[in-house]
């Protein structure tokens, strides 16, 4: 039996400055709700720019409360207004000294339903992100949103398919995989992990990359936002490398019980045998 839900991505440039870059996003989420979305989530830390290019405090000012900070109270707001399920990806200030690369999940009636904080922080030439965040301390959390069953994996997490297991475990439908990767190195992997990931554990995926080089370096973000789903399959059109785009596409849930009836993953997993896999 048929369960679509409509469901959204949006990939954009750095516009130059915090209060722009919010009212972008604003739009966005005006635009989606007009094409029918329940969902939509935006991209890593996306009301800044990429500042991981470069290690420098004053950049620790980006850094909010959730769920008590202005930015996810004006977009509580908005889902509450437009009925949406957001995923808002955020820098977050636990307190003085205590940073997280963290998504904030608000239901469509604007009620805040947790978070995800990013476990695996890379330390490389142009994502210097142990200077900005801890690991992740929070769990692989799936929440329970008016479109169903929501979870998140933010940006270097992909290349770790333990989390991604986990969120299955924990009754994911779709996990969105919010990210801020750049030509190079790892463009070979964007069309390749999370399809992989949505097979391995039967579910749909909604990654979403930012676009265009920023000031701060020369990180070029080359977008390519998609949704794939539990076949590893396409759903439409991968988005533009270079521009600005709201994707939007019908995904039908009811497709992961006709996939995990036909494989049996999750029964023929062999969990008494993993213990190596925890240490060290």
Request: with cysteine.
């Amino acid at each position: 039996m048929s369960r679509v839900i409509r469901a959204a991505v949006f990939q954009t440039a750095w516009t130059g400055d915090k209060e722009s870059m919010i009212e972008v996003h604003e739009q966005a989420v005006r635009d989606a709700a007009a094409q029918g979305a329940q969902v939509l989530c935006f991209q890593e830390l996306f009301y800044g720019p990429y500042f991981c290019q470069v290690q420098d405090p004053a950049f620790y000012a980006y850094a909010e409360r959730v769920p008590d900070g202005p930015v996810v109270e004006r977009f509580r707001a908005l889902a509450r207004e437009h009925g949406i399920v957001l995923v808002l990806p955020v820098y977050e200030e636990e307190q003085p000294g205590v940073l997280y690369n963290t998504a904030a999940v608000i239901d469509a009636d604007g009620s805040y339903l947790g978070k995800y904080r990013k476990h695996h922080i890379p330390q490389v030439r142009g994502f210097w992100e142990k200077f900005y965040f801890k690991p992740g301390n929070a769990g692989w959390p799936v929440f329970d949103t008016a479109v169903g069953k929501v979870g998140v994996y933010i940006c270097y997490d992909r290349h770790f398919p333990e989390g991604w297991r986990a969120l299955g475990l924990a009754g994911a439908e779709i996990v969105f995989n919010p990210s801020a990767t750049s030509r190079g190195l790892s463009r070979y992997l964007w069309q390749l992990e999370q399809p992989a990931a949505a097979a391995a554990n039967e579910y749909f995926v909604g990654a979403i990359n930012r676009v265009g080089v920023e000031d701060l370096g020369d990180n070029d973000f080359y977008g390519t936002s998609y949704f794939v789903d539990p076949e590893a399959q396409f759903v439409g059109e991968v988005a533009s490398d270079k521009e600005s785009e709201l994707v939007v596409r019908d995904l039908d849930l009811a497709k992961l019980r006709e996939v995990r009836d036909r494989w049996q993953f999750y029964r023929d997993r062999r969990p008494e045998a993993y213990e190596p896999l925890t240490g060290p």
